[in-house]
């Protein structure tokens, strides 16, 4: 359990906050908000509860409601939850499956807490599926048709999930690898022409917070066959261009000095670095290229035909002749590239 959403809360907030992880131990199926201060946004405060506790999948996150208690009050209800001996079923599958790929991870020896994450990030890419099914039947049906995919549940044990799955998987596995981590629910920009519904991460590493967006990556894993990272610890301001949430729930993300970018010097401030990482990869014989370019830097237009006529000059000029397919984020200023 992490307490970062928790941090962020008032003191009435905090109240109900609590109010929702008693019931989450109990698997209760309603809670009576007749306790709750009435300024408090219940949904708010319960999502920033969920955020904080991966471990809870034993009713449907998709289909919460609220209705008037008989003392005037209202009752949240959590539909789709299961039997107490059915949740606990699924709580010690959860907990297998959660303690086989915390022993998958440590047999790689991750050392520092940039490769403990490293590690956590490309588990997920290796065994986990974006459920596309599930997410085209909640914007075409406004329903689930597979709920465990919103949980860790779905993600670890059967392999499968959407945002909310994959980042309560990867908050889960930090959790316990002994980070503070969390969910994070907004909009973003995910497979839609506008924002919609997402989830993703706040972390905190050495007294710094980062948002961490799982899910982004496993999906440019599937379409490319390689690991990627675009969203791997990145400040607010980095996230906020295709990521948008109330910055009231969750800690100030200020810096990327642990980004995969920066820490592996593909970060350009410039066109002249960025032809200094391109030389680099080229002279390397990787296959993959990967690179991240600074706001404010102008490209020309088109830009990622730019990029990738670029990469293909700079390696020849360095003796490598090859074709590329490559992919520029426009958003995230991340460019992929791989060598035929």
Same mark, same amino acid.
């Given at each position: 359990?992490?307490?970062?959403?928790?941090?962020?809360?008032?003191?009435?907030?905090? !109240?109900?906050?609590?109010?929702?992880?008693?019931?989450?131990?109990?698997? $209760?199926?309603?809670?009576?908000?007749?306790?709750?201060?009435?300024?408090?946004?219940?949904?708010?405060?319960?999502?920033?509860?969920l #955020?904080?506790?991966?471990?809870?999948?034993?009713?449907?996150?998709?289909?919460?409601?609220i209705?008037? $208690?008989?003392?005037?009050?209202?009752?949240?209800?959590?539909?789709?939850? %299961?039997? $107490?001996?059915?949740?606990?079923?699924?709580?010690?599958?959860?907990?297998?499956?959660?303690?086989?790929?915390?022993?998958?991870?440590?047999?790689?020896?991750?050392?520092?807490?940039?490769?403990?994450?490293?590690?956590?990030?490309?588990?997920?890419?290796?065994?986990?599926?974006?459920?596309?099914?599930?997410?085209?039947?909640?914007?075409?049906?406004?329903?689930?048709?597979?709920?465990?995919?919103?949980?860790?549940?779905?993600?670890?044990?059967? !392999?499968?999930?959407?945002c909310? #799955?994959?980042?309560?998987?990867? @908050?889960?596995?930090?959790?316990?690898?002994g980070?503070?981590?969390?969910?994070?629910?907004?909009?973003?920009?995910?497979?839609?022409?506008?924002?919609?519904?997402?989830?993703?991460?706040?972390?905190?590493?050495?007294?710094?917070?980062?948002?961490?967006?799982?899910?982004?990556?496993?999906?440019?894993?599937?379409?490319?066959?390689?690991?990627?990272?675009?969203?791997?610890?990145?400040?607010?301001?980095?996230?906020? +261009?295709?990521?948008?949430?109330?910055?009231?729930t969750?800690?100030?993300c200020?810096?990327?000095?642990?980004?995969?970018?920066?820490?592996?010097?593909?970060?350009?401030?410039?066109?002249?670095?960025?032809?200094?990482?391109?030389?680099?990869?080229?002279?390397?014989?990787?296959k993959v %290229?990967?690179?991240?370019?600074?706001?404010?830097?102008?490209?020309?237009?088109?830009?990622?035909?730019? &990029?990738?006529?670029? &990469?293909?000059?700079?390696? @020849?000029?360095?003796? +490598?002749?090859?074709?590329?397919?490559?992919?520029?984020? !426009?958003?995230?200023?991340c460019?992929?590239? !791989?060598?035929?």
């Amino acid at each position: 359990m992490s307490r970062i959403g928790y941090n962020q809360l008032s003191a009435a907030e905090k !109240k109900a906050y609590e109010q929702f992880e008693r019931a989450f131990n109990s698997c $209760s199926s309603t809670v009576d908000s007749n306790g709750i201060d009435r300024n408090v946004d219940v949904m708010k405060v319960l999502q920033v509860a969920l #955020g904080d506790n991966p471990q809870v999948i034993y009713f449907n996150k998709t289909q919460i409601h609220i209705s008037a $208690s008989l003392f005037g009050g209202k009752q949240v209800h959590f539909s789709g939850a %299961v039997s $107490s001996s059915q949740a606990r079923t699924m709580q010690k599958q959860l907990e297998t499956a959660l303690t086989k790929a915390i022993e998958e991870i440590e047999l790689l020896n991750p050392l520092s807490n940039y490769d403990k994450l490293i590690c956590i990030y490309e588990y997920l890419q290796d065994n986990v599926t974006y459920d596309s099914k599930e997410l085209e039947a909640c914007c075409r049906l406004g329903r689930s048709v597979n709920p465990m995919s919103h949980n860790a549940y779905g993600a670890l044990v059967n !392999k499968k999930g959407v945002c909310d #799955g994959i980042s309560s998987a990867f @908050s889960l596995l930090a959790q316990r690898m002994g980070f503070e981590c969390s969910m994070v629910s907004g909009k973003a920009t995910f497979r839609t022409s506008g924002f919609s519904e997402h989830a993703w991460n706040v972390i905190e590493i050495a007294d710094n917070f980062y948002h961490i967006d799982a899910t982004w990556d496993v999906n440019h894993k599937e379409q490319t066959g390689e690991y990627s990272y675009e969203y791997f610890c990145v400040n607010d301001d980095s996230i906020n +261009r295709d990521h948008d949430w109330d910055i009231k729930t969750t800690p100030v993300c200020s810096r990327e000095d642990i980004s995969f970018y920066i820490r592996n010097r593909c970060y350009a401030n410039n066109l002249s670095q960025l032809e200094e990482i391109f030389a680099r990869y080229a002279k390397s014989k990787q296959k993959v %290229v990967r690179a991240k370019i600074a706001d404010g830097i102008a490209i020309p237009e088109p830009e990622d035909q730019y &990029l990738g006529q670029k &990469l293909v000059n700079v390696a @020849s000029s360095v003796g +490598r002749y090859a074709a590329i397919k490559f992919i520029w984020n !426009k958003n995230s200023r991340c460019f992929y590239a !791989k060598f035929d």
